[in-house]
């Protein structure tokens, strides 16, 4: 019994060695990555690009330097306020006039994080009245949630108000609805211009668009290709009212759904993945740039309002494994645990393998070193095999292990 509650102990020891030692090793070590910063230029119908760190400045693809001023009149759309102060915007551009107004109407400014995707959704929704009257939007008294039906539940009381809620029920399932909801995707916040919703997959991944006005339901079902489904569903509020979302495929196909006719419209654009990448979208009185920012590269699509394709750039970066730190890492530890992921909100286990093969000569030389150390206790080596054998395959997190609570059960 001893002897199995020492092992016990040096199985979580050996966890709490792969979380900490890592961690501690990263924040002693780790050099941050300077990613550049890339907008594309409608004037030199080229791309900006803003570095920071060793090569900081302002440069393009062909490798010209500007200064700042420079720089922003290439961006009239990002800097309009600063140009208007210098008296430098043009007063048209590609045959578009530069009229400030516009310009403001149809710029917007959409990012999506994978932790943004991976993160625990609330249980109920507020859903406000769309033709309320008035100037801002006010938080209902209560909130709904789509099970076997859909329920309003009063934040007050915590009753169910079963005349609302038989309401909207039923229209849903006049219009083809499938208990219950898989995914509920709206704003659910009354810092917005307007409400317009929610958009919600049912079990059978149907999508539909479901609010309020003057406190009836608003239930319209969206006509989806056979067999597309979507991973995560963004909604915007942007002020051109283009889109009511941004939809993500599961096979990575970027869509948006416009307003007022509800056409599905497929972004040209391959492997946008929101479970591994980060997802910039830039919308101008011009152009859409999409940008899909992963470890170690970055990719720009420029398209025209129609959504035809533009302009593209690509840049890439050593990461942070294959860098010097990077490598003695792997040559360290062979895993890494943590609690938490850069790609995720969840609390759990995460388990990083290394990406050498040297961990194991470093595994070896350890068990050496242990094998040494117990010729020296005067220790039977044949009593100690174990401790040998978890040295082999933990290296680092096993020897400080078996050290730490040293076998003592044979002396």
């Known amino acids: 019994m001893v002897k199995i ?12 060695f792969a979380i900490v030692l890592p961690k501690l090793y990263w924040i002693a ?5 300077k990613k550049p910063f890339i907008q594309y230029s409608a004037v030199d119908h080229d791309f900006m690009i803003m570095r920071t760190g060793e090569d900081k400045g302002f440069t393009n693809t062909k490798g010209e330097t500007f200064t700042r001023e420079e720089y922003e ?7 309009t306020r600063q140009l208007l102060m210098n008296q430098n915007l043009p007063d048209s551009l590609n045959g578009v006039e530069m009229d400030p107004h516009q310009i403001s109407k149809y710029k917007s400014n959409f990012n999506l994080k994978p932790e943004d995707v991976n993160t625990p959704r609330p249980s109920l929704y507020p859903l406000f009245e769309s033709q309320s009257g008035r100037a801002t939007l006010e938080m209902p008294e209560d909130f709904f949630r789509i099970n076997w039906r859909m329920e309003f539940i009063d934040a007050a009381t915590n009753q169910i108000n079963e005349e609302k809620s038989r309401m909207f029920s039923a229209v849903l399932y006049n219009r083809g609805f499938k208990f219950p909801a898989t ?12 409400d317009e919703g929610y958009l919600i997959v049912d079990s059978a991944d149907q999508l539909f668009h479901v609010k309020m006005i003057k406190g009836k339901p608003f239930v319209r079902k969206v ?3 056979e067999g597309l489904k979507f991973k995560t569903i963004q909604c915007v509020d942007d002020a051109d009212k283009l ?8 096979d990575n196909h970027l869509y948006g759904l416009t307003q007022w006719d509800y056409l599905l419209e497929r972004f040209p654009v391959d492997d946008v993945n929101p479970d591994l990448y980060e997802i910039r979208i830039w919308g101008n009185l011009l ?38 730190e990077g490598q003695i890492a792997a040559a360290l530890f062979p895993a890494q645990l943590s609690m ?19 961990w194991i000569a470093v595994s070896l030389f350890l068990a050496l070193v242990q094998f040494m150390i117990i010729r020296k206790r005067n220790e039977k080596p044949s009593n100690q095999i174990l401790d040998l054998v978890i040295v082999c395959i933990t290296g680092i997190y096993g020897f400080l292990a078996v050290n730490f609570f040293p076998n003592k059960f044979f002396k």
């Open 5 to 16: 509650s020492r092992y016990v102990l040096v199985f979580v020891a050996i966890i709490g």
């Open 29 to 33: 070590f780790a050099q941050p990555i």
């Open 73 to 79: 009149a290439k961006l009239p759309f990002m800097y």
């Open 183 to 194: 995914s509920i995707n709206g704003i659910p916040t009354n810092l917005k211009s307007c």
């Open 223 to 225: 006509d989806l290709p």
């Open 243 to 250: 889109y009511y979302a941004y939809l993500f495929s599961e």
């Open 287 to 324: 152009n859409y740039d999409v940008q899909v920012l992963g470890e170690g590269f970055t990719r720009s699509h420029i398209f025209d309002r129609d959504l035809n394709p533009v302009n593209e750039y690509a840049e890439s970066w050593p990461v942070q494994s294959e860098r010097k």
């Open 340 to 358: 938490t992921d850069e790609n995720s909100e969840y609390i759990n286990f995460y388990c990083k393998a290394s990406g050498s093969y040297y």
